[in-house]
């Protein structure tokens, strides 16, 4: 398979805890994002980066959010100090350059108990 | 502030019946429009992709259009069947440089009655 892939699917902790999710983008796409989707709502936008560059980040990343790519490949999303709110469906997509479309990973399902 | 609304929320269809969903947005401003599937607590499935030029995409029993100077997009969906359940996402991406976020609707939820 060689599409978008997540690691953990899913994932339960407790309140305080930190946890770290993982996005493997497809192989040649040098664009990678971030999204975080709630019960009954669309994707809302986190974070993106072009390689290893990080060019945006939405006021929602508050700073308990870092994101990272270090060579331009796969990326982490880290949430420290979890709380109750974060629990969401976190999703990865990639993209090329001047390419048609964003592609979809299926997603890091977080429950903060 | 980009605003996309999809309506209906919900809609049940007889199986075999052709079906209109439909996306709007509030800024004309757009690179492209991008319509997704979502299968409950899964990822999203790319469907089309219509460009700001383009008037319409069409895959297989799918076809989307787009009217940029009204903001709004139409997936049609020809002869549903069951397997057509799912919820779809309409998204789009602004035209300025740089900007490369995709702005959601929060879906419409499709069920066909078999």
């Known amino acids: 398979d060689t599409g978008v892939s997540q690691d953990p699917r899913h994932k339960i902790t407790k309140r305080g805890q930190n946890v770290t999710f993982r996005c493997d983008p497809i192989?040649?796409?040098?664009?990678l994002y971030w999204y975080r989707q709630t019960l009954g709502q669309g994707p809302e936008f986190l974070t993106y980066?072009?390689?290893?560059?990080?060019?945006?980040k939405s006021r929602l990343l508050s700073d308990r959010f870092s994101a990272e790519r270090p060579k331009g490949s796969f990326s982490t999303l880290e949430i420290q100090r979890t709380e109750q709110g974060d629990s969401a469906m976190y999703l990865c997509?990639?993209?090329?350059?001047?390419?048609?479309?964003?592609?979809f990973g299926p997603g890091t399902r977080l429950t903060v108990l | 502030k980009q605003e996309v609304t999809q309506i209906p929320a919900a809609l049940s269809v007889p199986e075999g019946e052709n079906l209109v969903l439909n996306c709007s947005f509030t800024?004309?401003?757009?690179?492209?429009l991008q319509w997704f599937r979502q299968d409950p607590g899964k990822g999203l499935t790319s469907l089309l992709l219509?460009?700001?030029?383009?008037r319409e995409q069409t895959s297989g029993r799918l076809n989307a259009s787009l009217d940029k100077s009204s903001g709004r997009s139409t997936l049609y969906i020809a002869a549903s069947q069951p397997g057509d359940s799912a919820t779809y996402l309409c998204?789009?991406?602004?035209?300025?440089?740089?900007?490369?976020?995709?702005?959601f609707g929060t879906g419409t939820r499709l069920t066909i009655i078999p």
């Open positions: 997509a990639s993209s090329l350059t001047g390419g048609l479309g964003q592609f």
């Open positions: 192989s040649e796409h040098n664009r």
């Open positions: 980066f072009q390689n290893e560059a990080q060019l945006e």
């Open positions: 800024d004309s401003a757009i690179y492209n």
């Open positions: 219509i460009q700001s030029s383009q």
């Open positions: 998204a789009v991406r602004a035209s300025n440089f740089g900007n490369e976020k995709l702005t």
